[in-house]
C-alpha cells in the first residue's frame, strides 16, 4: 500500500538557519512527489513537485527538495529561513496506479527570531 | 469561479443530525478530492472523483459518510447521524488532469465542521 511518512510531526529552527523536513514514501509503482505549505489560518498550496527528470527540484520562497529513489525519500530543505516560512508542510505521493494523492501527517516548522 | 469554493466555512450541529458540505471546483477541472483534517493529525484522504464517477471510495470512514458529483462539477459530502468525531475541516481539492498529472492540486478554504 502507498504511504508517506514525514519524520518530524515539529520543527523548531532559529531565523536565518537551514532546515530540512524529511519524508520518505512507499510505493511499489513510480510515484508523483510534492511538498504544499500551509500558513496559518489559510489554505493549502503547492511549494513544489516532482514528477520525472532532475531529481533536485526547486520551488517557491527558496525551497528546495531532492527525490532519491534508492533511499525513497523526498526530503524539503532550504539555507536560511524567515519568520514568515512559519507554517504547516506536507509531503504527498501520488501513484497513477491509484489516482490518489496521500499525505504524510505533516511537519510544523516554527521559525523563532 | 477563480478558485476552488466551499461552503459553508462553518457548519456547528447536533450530534445525530445530517450535514451536507458543498464543494465547487474550478473550472474545467475534471478531478475532485476530498480530505477530512482533524486538529494535529494529516490530510485523511476521503474519496476522489474524476468526472462524475468515483474510482477511489476507500477513505470514507463509515456508511455514514457518502459523496456525489454531477455535472462533473459541483461535489457534495453528506455525513448522516454526526457523531463527535467528525468534527475536523473538511477540504476539498481540484486537478486539471486525470488523476494529478499535472501536479497541482488546488484547494479551498475548507468547511469546518464542529459537533456538539
Known amino acids: 500500500a502507498q504511504s508517506v511518512t514525514q519524520l518530524d510531526s515539529q520543527v523548531p529552527v532559529f531565523e536565518e538557519a537551514p532546515v530540512e523536513l524529511r519524508c520518505n514514501y512507499s510505493?511499489?509503482?513510480?510515484?508523483?512527489l510534492f511538498w504544499y505549505v500551509q500558513y496559518p489560518n489559510q489554505g493549502l498550496q503547492l511549494l513544489l513537485k516532482y514528477l520525472s527528470g532532475s531529481t533536485l527540484v526547486k520551488g517557491i520562497n527558496g525551497f528546495e527538495a531532492e527525490f532519491n529513489k534508492s533511499q525513497t525519500s523526498f526530503h524539503l530543505r532550504k539555507p536560511s529561513v524567515h519568520i514568515s516560512d512559519t507554517a504547516e508542510y506536507f509531503c504527498a505521493a501520488h501513484s497513477s496506479n491509484t489516482g490518489k494523492l496521500i499525505f504524510g501527517q505533516g511537519t510544523t516548522l516554527q521559525v523563532k527570531p | 469561479g477563480a478558485g476552488v469554493s466551499q461552503s459553508p466555512s462553518n457548519k456547528v450541529t447536533e450530534k445525530g443530525k445530517d450535514v451536507e458540505l458543498r464543494c465547487d471546483p474550478i473550472s474545467g477541472h475534471t478531478a475532485l478530492y476530498w480530505y477530512r483534517q482533524s486538529l494535529g493529525q494529516g490530510l485523511e484522504f476521503l474519496i476522489y472523483?474524476?468526472?462524475?464517477?468515483?474510482?477511489?471510495k476507500s477513505g470514507l470512514p463509515s456508511d455514514r459518510f457518502s459523496a456525489e458529483r454531477t455535472g462533473g462539477s459541483v461535489s457534495t459530502l453528506t455525513i448522516q447521524r454526526t457523531q463527535q468525531e467528525d468534527s475536523a475541516v473538511y477540504l476539498c481539492?481540484?486537478?486539471?488532469?486525470?488523476?494529478?498529472?499535472?501536479?497541482?492540486?488546488?484547494f479551498g478554504e475548507g468547511s469546518r465542521l464542529t459537533v456538539l
Open positions: 481539492a481540484s486537478s486539471a488532469g486525470p488523476s494529478g498529472y499535472t501536479g497541482e492540486l488546488f
Open positions: 472523483f474524476q468526472g462524475n464517477s468515483a474510482p477511489d
Open positions: 510505493s511499489s509503482v513510480s510515484v508523483y
